[in-house]
RNA sequence: GGGUUGAUAGCUCAAUCGGUAGAGCAGUGCCCUUUUAAGGCAUUGGUUCUGGGUUCGAGUCCCAGUCAACCCA
């Protein structure tokens, strides 16, 4: 990368106007500048004569001999600066003469209107703060290239303002889950990322190693099995919103690590869960989408998918939406349905009992055709070992799932909580294989927990859903990538 | 893991049948006192992802590899 002789070249010019600032003494990489506040802040207080001191990076630089508009930027914002070769000191021009676009500059000045009515700082002072040695990307057209934003996020964010809208609405959309759970007497609380067995969950876990115990540790796949022992401590409205970490594909949809809220409240159950997230999802969406119809557009600007969020959300049992999507599954016998699903061209190869069969359809057949939200119930009790079983149906459990745009956003489960049963259900879910129990947490639901509602939350496709980004990796800031090879 | 597609200047993209690798922006120099994708004139910049092969000749065809995207598991 570093061969290519005409990027030297570019940077080898740069590396010599820093040069010629040290010989004018000038404090290249300068160091703290009083600012009225970030550039959005202090363009948004505008006001004519106000004498204003921003900082950010230089994005453009319009000369016109006598005269220079620049603009300052930083991720709140633009401003142009006016500088008149008549108005400033000579030593300023000269410094002037050595700016490049990427370079950051603190100035000072007033405000004026230009014959275009724009907002713009007629430049007094100028101090330089930092000289990029590298050029930026094309002002216009930014950085497409899919790896180099992911790689390099900083110029995605530099360059690109769909991507900055993304991050900035995930930031919003993260502060007002928080807020959300808060108001209603939530406390977030923290569990281990460090787990002796990786519970909660049906999946592959990372491996490490802690050297003072000598023991094995695993990234947890999810905090479910912690955040019940506080429960069983006493504590009855609970959150955790962090990051869990799955050793498995990655994907439009995957990436292994991710971000879950898992929220429990003490003396609910699933449908009080399903209300809670319902009302939240609504909140957040009226704040940051400003309203519950959300449209999903393509970059030419056409709209390609509405998701309605209007309440109330359809709540439907998992069992007749596999019979509405293929008529009759249900009566037919074990190999017919392996037969019926082959035959539909899914593929079956990591499918070894029937419940496994039909979730496959659902997820092919169901899953992945809802767009406007709805509440999956009366699960097969297979799928989930923590949830409490369906008194009317005990082949079923008090859950619900959650599913919108297309994927599952959040699961809620009227929480298991007899010890005995708790282990059954773990034991039948190993399937004989030496999968390892938490016996703490069992040893914890011996001691009594309280009956619970609780639910989990995947930030990652909320923010999806909410933004109309394709990919998790547009809404991450920095997705897994196989490291470029040398 | 399998299939398909892609990788060309700092960025965004061209390059017809295998025949001198080009443009815009950025950069450099000059002109211009309210521009805003500023403008005008001139100009620099290339290991065409890497390594092999075919050929008089390869960005283009073949083989292997790297990375990515999409689809499938």
């Known amino acids: ?133 590298r050029p930026l990307p094309d002002k216009w057209h930014g950085v497409v290239d899919v790896e180099k934003r992911t790689r390099q996020r900083y110029l995605d964010l530099i360059a690109n303002e769909r991507s900055r809208e993304i991050f900035e609405k995930r930031i919003r959309i993260v502060r007002l889950v928080r807020r959300f759970l808060e108001e209603r007497g939530f406390v977030e609380v923290e569990t281990p990322m460090l787990q002796i067995v990786a519970g909660g969950a049906a999946a592959t876990p990372f491996r490490t190693h802690h050297n003072a115990l000598d023991v094995d540790l695993y990234l947890r796949i999810a905090p479910e099995l912690y955040l019940k022992r506080l429960l069983v401590g006493g504590m009855t409205k609970i959150f955790e919103l962090n990051r869990n970490f799955r050793n498995e594909g990655i994907s439009r949809r995957h990436n292994p690590e991710f971000t879950m809220l898992e929220a429990y409240w003490a003396f609910a159950d699933f449908e009080k869960m399903s209300e809670l997230v319902e009302e939240m999802i609504c909140t957040v969406a009226e704040e940051v989408c400003g309203g519950l119809r959300i449209e ?22 998992y069992r007749d939406l596999v019979e509405e999507a293929v008529p009759g599954w249900f009566d037919l016998t074990v190999e017919e349905r392996r037969q019926k699903a082959l035959g539909m061209g899914l593929d079956l190869t990591h499918c070894q009992e029937d419940y496994e069969v039909t979730q496959h359809v659902f997820e092919k057949l169901v899953e992945e055709k809802i767009v406007d939200p709805v509440f999956v119930t009366h699960c097969p009790k297979e799928l989930i070992p923590l949830a409490k079983l369906n008194k009317a149906d005990p082949s079923t459990i008090e859950v619900y799932e959650l599913i919108a745009n297309g994927q599952e956003i959040s699961p809620g489960y009227s929480e298991l909580n007899d010890p005995d049963l708790q282990r059954k259900r773990f034991e039948e879910q190993s399937g004989g294989e030496k999968q390892k129990l938490d016996e703490d947490f069992l040893v914890a639901l ?41």
């Open 446 to 486: 011996e001691y009594g927990m309280p009956p619970a509602g609780g639910m989990g939350l995947g930030i990652d496709r909320l923010v999806m859903m909410l933004t109309g980004a394709e990919t998790i990796r547009d809404v991450i800031f920095f997705p897994h990538l196989r490291p470029e090879g040398q």
């Open 296 to 317: 999903h557009r393509s970059e030419d600007g056409e709209v390609k998918r509405v998701i309605n969020l209007e309440r109330p959300w359809r709540r439907a049992k």
């Open 1 to 133: 990368m570093e061969q290519h002789r005409s990027l030297q070249e570019l940077m080898a010019v740069r590396r010599e106007k820093l040069e010629v600032l040290r010989r004018m003494r000038v404090e290249v990489f300068g160091g703290r500048y009083e600012v009225d506040g970030s550039v959005g802040e202090v363009v948004n207080g505008f006001e004519v004569g106000r004498v204003v001191r921003v900082a950010g990076r230089v994005t453009a630089h319009r000369d016109m001999g006598k005269s220079h508009f620049l603009d300052l930027w930083d991720f709140s914002g633009r401003v142009q600066v006016y500088v008149n070769e008549k108005e400033v000191e000579r030593r300023l021009l000269e410094v002037l003469r050595l700016v490049d676009i990427g370079d950051f500059l603190g100035v000072c000045g007033e405000f004026f209107l230009t014959k275009t009515g724009e907002r713009t700082i007629r430049v007094k002072e100028m101090e330089f703060l930092t000289k990029a040695m």
